[in-house]
């Protein structure tokens, strides 16, 4: 389905998920999440990184705190608290239509906001 939206294999090819670890929270200024139920357990574990402290080794983020935890679907554009359906268990090739015009539609909003918050874009890799 991704190719047939013209996204560029390069950007899926070798992909993998991976479960949030601890030190995510300090290598990451942004966590996004797609539902509510994750949103409660990311944050959470933000909690549990920052009393935990930086990870030795890692002075870079000195001073700063651990990445913001948000809902992926608040940059939507449709009133804040959208969350991002799940493909596999809601609906089939209609589910990843779905789950593809909302992660388009919210990356944009993001992108705006991070824009708006900063003055400046994100630094983009491999792009």
């Known amino acids: 389905m991704l190719k047939a939206k013209g996204v560029r294999s390069e950007f ?12 995510d929270f300090w290598d990451h200024d ?6 509510n139920e994750n949103l409660g ?3 959470e574990l933000a909690r549990r ?17 651990v990445g913001k935890v948000m809902l992926f679907g608040d940059f ?3 009133g804040g608290g959208e969350e991002i359906v799940d493909p596999y268990y809601d609906g089939g090739n209609e589910g990843f239509e ?17 824009i708006e918050c900063t003055g400046k874009g994100p630094r983009l890799v491999g792009v």
Do not use: H
């Open 12 to 23: 899926y090819t070798d992909q993998r998920s991976a479960k949030i670890s601890l030190r």
């Open 30 to 35: 942004y966590i996004l999440v797609m539902d």
């Open 41 to 43: 357990n990311a944050a």
């Open 49 to 65: 990184a920052e009393a935990r402290g930086e990870p030795s080794g890692r002075g870079d983020r000195k001073g700063r705190r």
């Open 76 to 78: 939507g554009g449709q």
């Open 98 to 114: 779905k789950a593809f015009e909302q992660c388009d539609r919210c990356s944009r909003g993001f992108l705006r906001w991070l």
